[in-house]
């Protein structure tokens, strides 16, 4: 296990499409955060889970976002009907419960035309 | 609104300067303060850690200095050489469980050889 996984690393989408992204975390942390960072600013925090349970949501997650952890494993984070405000990267980390350090994916960049 | 003020946002350093900058933050419910480093292209990558409970932590050229009183942080990177050049970004998160980041705007530092 060489770390966190993100897949794509780059995706282009029309405005008004969906588009769904994966997350693979290092396999014995348990604690899976999702992260958006725009250009020039550090991330921010969208959404965590421990094990399958999304235990917390930021108020910048519309209605539009959502994200899932099925097996307590990989994640998803859906963005539907994207507009040219989401483009941005979307960054996943992850931990052990109890830990305070993160490990981050390399992330998904997304661009919205 | 940031929770984690940062400052400078850009630096630029000679081979074996001193590098420092600066973090602000306002919640004292904050117990843990990571710095990151991050390459173009790439997820921000764990760099050094502190807790409130010490004033000064250091690992190899990088140290960091914490001020309870004036809610203050820095990091300084001695000797610093090129392959130092990466954006860097404050962190803070509370304790009690609850382990999302708040993250500074991030300092792009350049060191010229």
């Known amino acids: 296990d060489t770390g966190v996984s993100q897949d794509p690393r780059h995706k282009i989408t029309k405005r008004g499409q969906n588009v769904t992204f994966r997350c693979d975390p290092i396999s014995e942390h348990n604690r899976l955060y999702w992260y958006r960072q725009t250009l020039g600013q550090g991330p921010e925090f969208l959404t965590y889970?421990?094990?399958?349970?999304?235990?917390?949501k930021s108020r910048l997650l519309s209605d539009r976002f959502s994200a899932e952890r099925p097996k307590g494993s990989f994640s998803t984070l859906e963005i539907q009907r994207t507009e040219q405000g989401d483009s941005a990267m979307y960054l996943c980390a992850s931990s052990l419960a109890g830990g305070r350090g993160y490990t981050f994916g390399s992330g998904t960049r997304l661009t919205v035309v | 609104q940031q929770q984690v003020k940062q400052s400078p946002q850009s630096l630029i350093v000679q081979k074996g300067g001193i590098s420092i900058i600066n973090c602000a933050y306002e919640n004292t419910a904050f117990d843990y303060f990571p710095w990151y480093q991050q390459f173009p292209g790439k997820g921000p990558a764990l760099l050094i850690a502190i807790r409130p409970d010490v004033s000064e932590k250091k690992e190899g050229r990088f140290t960091i200095s914490f001020n309870k009183s004036a809610k203050q942080f820095s990091l300084h990177i001695m000797d610093s050489q090129p392959g130092d050049s990466a954006t860097y970004f404050c962190a803070a998160s509370p304790g009690s469980n609850d382990y999302k980041l708040s993250f500074g705007a991030g300092t792009t530092v350049t060191v010229r050889a």
């Open positions: 889970f421990q094990n399958e349970a999304q235990l917390e």
